[in-house]
């Protein structure tokens, strides 16, 4: 039995037989098929559900939501040796996150290795159980033929924060976002005299890329300003006239740039919290003006982040569905930004 699944075994629909049910193109009945076999851990029979009902479609029969829960069922709940069968490439492409991250929720690169197929999704899989504390060295994943995908290191740095993770359940998933600032951190805005724009197309793309599941994927909008100035400066460059400012530590900050690059925003598909750790050292990195060097030494990294100041910002409203208020300066450079994100839930 999987671990956190009923002990109680569903009831098979009454005609089990995967032929006829394809043929009929019932959907019900292969959902309360999916939900026996996972509950019974037929393993092998849930593959060929995922297999049959994935090739259905040359007959005509658009039966890829089963085919999509199957697949996520199995890298979620399945022993190592099965949850490893569904990571080709092709896999996954509807499922409600990577199925990359999913297979990082409950079984560890070490189980996993000698079952994952090589290539881009094995690095992938190996920065999720990173993140998540599993110590793995990059000559493991040369000899198993996985490129160095995000070229950041397999390692938790002392500078970084715990990133949020996602949890995935049978009902979908839960990414919760950091905790903002108190009330009580808050300080108001004074925007001394207006301040010049600046064009900062590294941080810009950076940014957008960082934020595209929100707006690509969902309903969000973002934006982000640059300007000689100070952190208030570049708010009132978004447009809000009564901004309120809240300082952050860099892992504070970090932790925000990862959750949101994680993220598909409301709606959208997640992106998976390697992606995000990714975006938020890319993203550093550019306001640093330092992408042509990439990758960097991971302390410069650090040492980057931490020579910023970092705030949170407000307009006074509630907070209403997913959003991203975060204000930088660069006191080397006279610079600051601003980036404002929102998608509704």
Wanted: proline share 6%; glycine share 8%; net charge negative.
């Amino acid at each position: 039995m999987a671990a956190g699944m009923s002990s109680s075994p569903t009831t098979p629909p009454a005609d089990t037989d995967l032929g006829e049910l394809i043929h009929r193109a019932d959907l019900d009945g292969l959902v309360r098929l999916i939900d026996a076999h996972c509950s019974t851990a037929q393993w092998a029979a849930l593959l060929e559900l995922r297999d049959r009902t994935r090739s259905a479609v040359t007959t005509g029969r658009q039966l890829w939501p089963a085919a999509t829960l199957a697949e996520y069922r199995l890298a979620l709940w399945a022993p190592a040796q099965w949850a490893a069968r569904v990571l080709e490439e092709d896999s996954g492409r509807f499922t409600i996150g990577p199925l990359t991250e999913v297979i990082a929720q409950r079984h560890t690169f070490a189980e996993l290795a000698e079952y994952l197929p090589p290539g881009p999704r094995l690095g992938f899989v190996a920065n999720e159980r990173a993140i998540r504390g599993e110590s793995i060295e990059k000559i493991t994943l040369e000899r198993l033929g996985a490129p160095d995908v995000l070229e950041i290191p397999l390692t938790l740095q002392s500078w970084e924060p715990q990133y949020r993770l996602a949890v995935y359940t049978d009902e979908g998933v839960t990414a919760h976002p950091p905790t903002a600032p108190p009330a009580a951190a808050f300080r108001q805005a004074r925007i001394r005299r207006d301040h010049g724009t600046v064009d900062d197309q590294a941080v810009y793309r950076a940014t957008r890329q960082m934020l595209e599941g929100w707006t690509a994927s969902s309903d969000g909008k973002a934006e982000i300003t640059c300007v000689e100035g100070d952190a208030a400066a570049a708010v009132r460059a978004l447009g809000v006239r009564h901004a309120r400012l809240a300082p952050l530590e860099a892992r504070e900050a970090l932790a925000w740039l990862g959750w949101a690059g994680a993220s598909g925003g409301a709606h959208g598909r997640r992106r998976g919290a390697a992606i995000g750790r990714f975006s938020a050292w890319w993203l550093v990195a550019a306001m640093a003006d330092a992408l042509d060097d990439w990758p960097l030494p991971p302390d410069e990294i650090g040492e980057i982040a931490e020579e910023l100041v970092w705030w949170w910002w407000d307009g006074g409203e509630p907070s209403l569905g997913w959003e991203l208020q975060i204000a930088v300066e660069d006191p080397a450079e006279g610079y600051s930004r601003a980036i404002s994100a929102h998608d509704a839930a």
